[in-house]
C-alpha cells in the first residue's frame, strides 16, 4: 500500500491543476453530473473459474479491449455506483460500500462472471477515492461519484461467458443528477416501453438494462419531462420505477414503494431511506402499487445514490397530469431527505454503522 500511495505523489505532474488546498482546480459550483476525468483508475484481471486476486491503481485513461471481448458483443457486464462524500471535518466518507459489493456479487452470479470479494471491492473502492482524492469536493459542493464496473474482457466468438473478466473502478466529481436539481421531477409513466420483464436482469446492475432506455427517456425529455417511470411488463399497472432511481409514494402516515423480485433494482439509497423512514414512525410498505394510487398519492420522490431523494412535482399518464404539493417545509421527502444527509455529513448518529472512513 505504502508502495502504491508513494508512486501516486510522484506521478503527479504539476501540470495537472493541483490546487494550493490540496483542490483541483476546477469551479466546484458548476459541477453537474457530466464526466470529469480524474487522476486515477483501479483495474483488476481474472481469468474465468478463478479469483481475482490482486489489483492496481493505474492512470485514467482508455482501455484496450479484444473487438470480440463479450462486454462488447453479449453485454456482459455489470455496473456499481457510490459517493466518497468530504465532511466539514476533512474526513472522507463512503455510504454503505458493502451493499454495493454484496450487489455486484448477486449480479455477478446472474451474468456468469466471477466478482471481487467484499473486502476487494471496498478496498479498491478507498484506494480510487484516495488517489483522486483532490477531486472529492469541498463539504456541500457535491461529491465523488465512483463508478466499479466488472466487465467480460475475454473473447468469445460463440455465445458464452468469457474467458477473462476485468474490474475497473473509475471517479469523477458530480453535483445534481438532474438538470432540475433538487425540485420536483416531472415524471412520464411509460406505458408503451418496459424496463425489466420477469425472469430477466432488471433486479441487477447489468449494463444491459439502460441502452432500451435511451429511446423512451429521450421521447419523455423531448416532451419537457424529467424522466420515465416505467410500469410492470405483465399487467402495465404496477409501478416499478424509473430510469436510475426507486419510487416511493406517501399516503398519511404510509409510505409505499414496489417490492425487490427481480424486475427492479434493489437500491441502496431505498432500502437506507425504508430504515429512515421507519425511525421516523412512519409505515412502511413493500407492495404492489398501481398507476392509479400513484395518481391518488399525498406526495411521492424517487431515491438513488446519483438522485439521492428527490421529490415528484408532478405524474403524467395517458394524457392525465397530476401535481403534487412539493414546496411545504414539513413534506415527508423533505424530513426524511434531511436526515439521511445528516447521517452521511455526521451531523446525526449514524446509529447502523452505516458511514465508512476512508481517511
Ligand atoms: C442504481 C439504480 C438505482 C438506485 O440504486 P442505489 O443503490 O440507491 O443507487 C435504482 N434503479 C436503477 C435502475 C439503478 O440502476
Not at 250 to 262: A, H, L, Y
Amino acid at each position: 500500500m505504502a508502495a502504491i500511495s508513494s508512486s501516486i505523489s510522484l506521478s503527479l505532474s504539476p501540470t495537472n491543476g493541483h490546487g494550493e488546498n490540496g483542490y483541483a482546480e476546477i469551479d466546484w459550483d458548476s459541477l453537474g453530473f457530466g464526466l470529469t476525468p480524474t487522476d486515477y483508475m483501479y483495474k483488476m484481471k481474472c481469468f474465468e473459474n478463478e479469483e481475482f486476486t490482486e489489483g492496481q491503481l493505474i492512470p485514467f485513461g482508455n482501455i484496450e479491449l479484444s473487438p470480440a471481448a463479450t462486454v462488447l458483443n453479449y453485454g456482459q457486464g455489470l455496473f456499481e455506483g457510490m459517493k466518497a462524500i468530504r465532511r466539514e471535518n476533512g474526513k472522507l466518507v463512503l455510504f454503505r460500500p458493502d451493499e454495493n459489493a454484496l450487489r455486484m456479487q448477486i449480479g455477478a452470479e446472474r451474468m456468469c462472471m466471477p466478482s471481487p470479494s467484499v473486502d476487494q471491492f471496498i478496498d479498491a473502492v478507498k484506494q480510487t477515492a484516495l488517489a483522486n482524492k483532490r477531486w472529492i469536493p469541498p463539504p456541500g459542493k457535491g461529491s465523488l461519484y465512483i463508478r466499479p464496473l466488472l466487465l467480460g474482457t475475454g473473447a468469445a466468438l460463440g455465445v458464452s461467458a468469457a474467458p477473462e473478466y476485468t474490474f475497473l473502478i473509475y471517479a469523477s466529481p458530480v453535483r445534481n443528477y438532474f438538470k432540475e436539481g433538487t425540485a420536483a421531477l416531472n415524471l412520464y409513466v411509460e406505458d408503451q416501453f418496459d424496463r425489466a420483464s420477469r425472469g430477466g436482469v432488471g433486479g441487477v446492475k447489468s449494463i444491459s438494462n439502460y441502452a432500451r432506455g435511451l429511446k423512451p427517456l429521450a421521447r419523455a425529455k423531448a416532451r419537457g419531462f424529467s424522466d420515465v417511470l416505467y410500469l410492470d411488463s405483465v399487467n402495465g399497472k404496477y409501478i416499478e420505477e424509473v430510469s436510475t432511481c426507486n419510487i416511493f409514494i406517501v399516503k398519511e402516515k404510509t409510505i409505499s414503494t414496489p417490492p425487490t423480485k427481480g424486475t427492479i433494482l434493489p437500491g441502496v439509497t431505498r432500502k437506507s431511506i425504508i430504515d429512515v423512514a421507519r425511525d421516523h414512525g412512519f409505515e412502511v410498505e413493500e407492495r404492489q402499487i398501481a398507476v392509479e394510487e400513484l395518481l391518488e398519492a399525498d406526495e411521492a420522490f424517487c431515491t438513488g445514490t446519483a438522485v439521492v431523494v428527490v421529490p415528484v412535482g408532478s405524474i403524467t399518464y395517458q394524457g392525465k397530469r397530476v401535481e403534487y404539493h412539493t414546496t411545504d417545509a414539513n413534506s415527508v421527502c423533505k424530513k426524511l431527505l434531511s436526515t439521511y444527509a445528516a447521517i452521511q455529513n455526521g451531523q446525526i448518529e449514524d446509529k447502523r454503522g452505516w458511514m465508512v472512513e476512508i481517511n
